[in-house]
């Protein structure tokens, strides 16, 4: 059921910085093989939540393990798609939940599997989801631990798009073909602004904003948006 292991997270973590530094790369795909798409942290290797192997210092483990792991989805500066294509339990949910597009196999299922184990969320959960769902309904699945439906996830608003599984690679595929024909750099700038702005009062929000906007501005892909706009023909973007 593609429990990660400590070696499997620093494997993920690794790729997602070399997927922001390298101009070549224009999108991001996190899925899995087999049944299950994630079912949380592999614990065979320590006696931590986040499977990192036991140390002693707990809230150590959490920031430098679960914690850092969801970070490097938020903050990878490629658009990231889950493509998620069985259960995704714990840790597993939140590396789905923290990308910025989901699709789901209508076979998923998403499961806040903590309260279960007797201990709270980590990987952001408590961050993740009242921002994607709001409190009450965060409590709920945090509460009781129920599995949630592909469907009923995409209803709460936690999934994009429920397909069939055996058009969930087709369609990522399809979805992250559209997204590297994009202005690579302006979608990097628009996920931090939506991400930031979660956090930040609405002149915070502006000013970023405005920063941003003559930041693209300076890019090949802006110069050709605007060109093909005049020109009344389809963008050519090269992801600089």
């Known amino acids: 059921m593609n429990a990660v292991t400590w070696e499997q997270r620093e494997r993920i973590v690794a790729l997602l910085d070399e997927a922001s530094a390298d101009p070549a790369v224009r999108a ?22 986040d ?14 393990g679960a914690q850092r792991f969801i970070g490097a989805v938020l903050d990878c500066e490629k658009p990231v798609i889950a493509a998620v294509n069985g259960t995704a339990a714990g840790i597993g949910a939140h590396l789905a939940f ?22 709270v969320p980590d990987g952001g959960g408590a961050y993740l989801l009242p921002r994607l769902i709001g409190p009450q309904r965060a409590k709920e699945l945090m509460f009781f631990g129920d599995a ?3 469907a009923d996830a995409a209803a709460l608003g936690l999934v994009n798009r429920v397909v069939p599984a055996e058009e969930l690679a087709k369609t990522a595929r399809e979805w992250a073909e559209r997204l590297a024909q994009g202005p690579t750099r302006a979608l990097a700038l628009t996920k931090q602004l939506v ?19 003559e930041l693209c501005m300076t890019t090949r892909d802006a110069r050709e948006g605007v060109a093909a706009f005049v020109e009344r023909r389809t963008p050519a973007y090269e992801g600089r």
């Not at 209508?106 to 499961?111: G, L, P, W």
């Open 195 to 213: 991400n930031a702005s979660l956090d930040t009062d609405r002149a915070t929000a502006f000013a970023a904003e405005a920063a941003a906007q």
């Open 148 to 150: 949630v439906a592909a």
């Open 28 to 49: 991001v795909v996190i899925t899995a093989t087999g049944r299950g798409f994630c079912a949380g942290a592999d614990l065979r290797g320590g006696s931590s939540s």
């Open 51 to 64: 499977g990192s192997p036991a140390q002693g210092d707990v809230t150590r483990m959490i920031r430098r």
């Open 98 to 119: 923290a990308c910025d597009l989901v699709l789901a196999a209508d076979s998923a299922r998403f499961v806040e599997v903590f309260v279960r184990r007797g201990i």
